[in-house]
């Protein structure tokens, strides 16, 4: 069982940045955020996989949002730059502990979501 922490949520301006965190209790594979905003459905985000550091991202954030990774922390990072006002939306962690289609919901292992809010 893996255990997924985030932080750093909160309320920024069209243009603005963000980062958040994700502390894992333990290692994985697979890590993504994935985002959900009021009436709609999860929507994946951004993946990376723990051995490589390999990313994916989905075209709405191509170009703004940066996901990395500190294995030592067990800790991953979603840098949001230019945030718009259609980026808000709760933002979850996830992670599995096998190898999957990243950009799936079909992930073991979920956070409790932190808000994010752009304001226009």
């Known amino acids: 069982q893996v255990q997924l922490v985030e932080s750093g949520g909160g309320l920024v301006q069209a243009g603005g940045s963000l980062r958040l965190s994700c502390a894992a209790s333990?290692?994985?594979?697979?890590m993504g955020w994935f985002r959900q905003a009021p009436g709609k459905e999860r929507e994946f985000v951004a993946a990376?996989?723990?051995?490589?550091?390999?990313?994916f991202y989905a075209d709405s954030v191509e170009g703004r949002f940066t996901i990395s990774r500190d294995n030592a922390k067990n800790t991953m990072y979603l840098q949001m730059n230019s945030l718009k006002p259609e980026d808000t939306a709760i933002y979850y962690c996830?992670?599995?502990?096998?190898?999957?289609?990243?950009?799936?919901?079909?992930?073991?292992?979920w956070g409790q979501g932190t808000q994010v809010t752009v304001s226009s």
């Open positions: 990376i996989t723990w051995v490589g550091g390999r990313s």
């Open positions: 996830a992670a599995h502990n096998k190898i999957i289609i990243a950009t799936s919901l079909l992930y073991d292992y």
């Open positions: 333990g290692r994985t594979v697979v």
